[in-house]
């Protein structure tokens, strides 16, 4: 099958997958149907795009399959901060906190690490691989310090800070949603506009650098652009380790092609169809007797498992 095909048959699924998630059990309450679950399935498809593209952008940059943001910290470091403000404002306090003004400072501080790490790294000539085992120091600092925090706290403000801890796609906030729209349109016309590049970074840095791309400014704009997705998708449903690292898997199965003008559209619409199949399933289907996040971070960490398990042979 060509890719033109496999583009066209993963767009009917994913219109087949909206149609079926606005329309079963609506038993034609059209005035409450249509506003509600319309929210709710634009959160899909910003977190379907946020966390399907940022991985693809930081496997790209890495060159390396099994890779992910949070590879660099950027879930442990949003835990963190989350801790931080109940552990200072309280429970009730952390809650009446300004929606916006909090999103703002969240992704200020994820950007300002990750500019950190990249400037401290390429200012001593350090190598990719370094900056990902800094990443991974990072990232187990943050979640020690996480847990110390939400030692020391009381255990009614435990639950608020556990609650931010945890993914959930059943709670929309319209000015959260709204704002990371727009981050991700703003982030999907930039990268479709450096898609060319992508194809030449994935050669490798030598061979980008000797093609004339400059290799340093572009990796770190790639970085800046991960950590404003990364920051969009933790904000609007939480932290989710391995939804990134599956679907790119699947494209990687299905697709032998490298050229991210094709890789992009199909990491967006596999990585859509999983959150929204798996979310009409979950909550008409099965009237929520499960939870959907919980379910990709299983058969995600099985697919890391098996990937780690392939490159060892």
């Known amino acids: 099958m060509g890719n033109n095909r496999r583009m066209m048959l993963l767009c009917l699924l994913l219109t087949f997958a909206c149609v079926f998630f606005m329309s079963y059990n609506a038993n034609s309450n059209w005035d409450f149907v249509l506003p509600?679950?319309?929210?709710?399935?634009?959160?899909?498809?910003?977190?379907?795009?946020?966390?399907?593209?940022?991985?693809?952008?930081?496997?790209?940059?890495?060159?390396?399959?099994?890779?992910?943001?949070?590879?660099?910290?950027?879930?442990?470091?949003?835990?963190?901060?989350?801790?931080?403000?109940?552990?200072?404002?309280?429970?009730?306090?952390?809650?009446?906190?300004?929606?916006?003004?909090?999103?703002?400072?969240?992704?200020?501080?994820?950007?300002?690490?990750?500019?950190?790490?990249?400037?401290?790294?390429?200012?001593?000539?350090?190598?990719?691989?370094?900056?990902?085992?800094?990443?991974?120091?990072?990232?187990?600092?943050?979640?020690?310090?996480?847990?110390?925090?939400?030692?020391?706290i009381d255990p009614n403000e435990f639950a608020v800070a556990q609650g931010s801890s945890f993914a959930s796609f059943n709670t929309v906030n319209p000015i959260l949603l709204w704002i990371g729209t727009a981050i991700t349109l703003i982030s999907a016309v930039w990268i479709w506009r450096q898609r060319f590049k992508l194809d030449v970074l994935l050669l490798g840095r030598d061979r980008a650098i000797g093609l004339g791309l400059e290799y340093h400014k572009f990796s770190r704009e790639l970085l800046i652009c991960c950590a404003f997705l990364v920051s969009v998708s933790t904000a609007l449903v939480g932290p989710i380790l391995f939804l990134g690292l599956l679907v790119c898997a699947i494209v990687n199965t299905i697709s032998p092609t490298m050229h991210h003008s094709q890789r992009i559209p199909m990491t967006f619409m596999v990585s859509a169809i999983t959150l929204v199949s798996g979310q009409a399933l979950f909550e008409q289907v099965m009237k929520m007797q499960g939870v959907l996040s919980v379910v990709i971070e299983f058969v995600g960490g099985l697919v890391f498992i098996y990937l780690m398990l392939r490159r060892a042979k």
Do not use: C, H, W
């Open 36 to 152: 509600f679950r319309g929210k709710k399935l634009l959160l899909l498809l910003t977190m379907a795009y946020t966390i399907g593209i940022s991985t693809l952008l930081f496997q790209t940059l890495t060159n390396n399959p099994i890779l992910t943001p949070s590879i660099l910290g950027f879930d442990s470091l949003y835990l963190l901060v989350q801790s931080i403000l109940v552990f200072s404002f309280g429970g009730i306090g952390f809650t009446q906190l300004n929606i916006a003004g909090k999103f703002a400072f969240e992704t200020l501080l994820m950007l300002f690490g990750a500019l950190l790490l990249f400037r401290t790294l390429t200012k001593n000539n350090s190598d990719l691989a370094r900056m990902i085992l800094v990443g991974i120091i990072f990232g187990v600092l943050f979640r020690s310090l996480n847990n110390l925090l939400q030692r020391m």
